[in-house]
């Protein structure tokens, strides 16, 4: 079954940039989507199809994905960025695969 | 776009259950749903998706034959049920709308069940 990595925490400096990673079995040649979940609230999609974003999602937020690994940027990393984040593919063979999640700190 | 959970269930072991997630502003029946649960303090995990328009189903090999997917595009309502609860199911559960490259667009509020003696 496909597997997808996250690193358990990421820490930013406020207004500096954030990287969180997702790592998976050439991941680059699938579509990767990202969500942003706050402490007691429902998940919500951040960006979509590596590095689309939906309406309302502030430009600081991009993505990247290419070999092994899928990247979320968060530039300029704001207080209210601070939340745990999902990577999420779907896969031929094992379907909807959700990376471990990451929780970013703003410092 | 929407989707309303029904509310908090506390549950003893060996009951049943059926929660449901109904669809607002967009046509239900042409899109899947998923379910996601999230024990406490724990990741989100893929229980299943079901299409609204016919109730096809694909269970996580995890979940199958310990839940029942269903959906009722006349009244824009998915659902989510056990017939036989266990203390392992506590959780919050979600519904999502799955679009394009199948990623969930549009999130429940979630709902938390409750199993306990």
């Known amino acids: 079954s496909y597997e997808l990595t996250q690193p358990l925490s990421v820490s930013v400096a406020l207004g500096l940039t954030a990287r969180i990673t997702c790592g998976g079995n050439?991941?680059?040649?699938?579509?990767v989507h990202w969500y942003q979940q706050r402490p007691g609230q429902a998940p919500v999609l951040v960006m979509f199809?590596?590095?689309k974003r939906p309406s309302g999602i502030p430009e600081r937020f991009s993505g990247s994905n290419s070999g092994n690994t899928a990247t979320l940027t968060i530039s300029g990393a704001q207080a209210g960025d601070e939340a745990d984040y999902y990577c999420?593919?779907?896969?031929?063979?094992?379907?909807?695969?959700f990376g471990g999640g990451t929780k970013l700190t703003v410092l | 776009v929407q989707l309303a959970q029904s509310g908090a269930e506390v549950k003893k072991p060996g009951e049943s259950l059926k929660i449901s997630c109904k669809g607002s502003?967009?046509?239900?029946?042409?899109?899947?749903i998923a379910w996601v649960r999230q024990m406490p303090g724990k990741g989100l995990e893929w229980v299943g998706i079901?299409?609204?328009?016919?109730?096809?189903?694909r269970y996580s090999p995890s979940f199958q034959g310990q839940v029942t997917m269903s959906a009722d595009k006349s009244i824009s309502t998915a659902y989510l049920q056990w017939s036989s609860l266990k203390a392992s199911d506590t959780a919050m559960y979600f519904c999502?709308?799955?679009?394009?490259?199948?990623?969930?667009?549009?999130w429940g509020q979630g709902t938390l069940v409750t199993v306990s003696s």
């Open positions: 079901v299409y609204a328009g016919d109730s096809d189903t």
């Open positions: 502003g967009y046509s239900f029946a042409d899109y899947w």
């Open positions: 999420h593919l779907w896969d031929s063979n094992t379907d909807v695969v």
């Open positions: 050439n991941i680059g040649g699938k579509n």
């Open positions: 199809d590596n590095s």
């Open positions: 999502a709308r799955r679009s394009g490259t199948a990623y969930f667009d549009t």
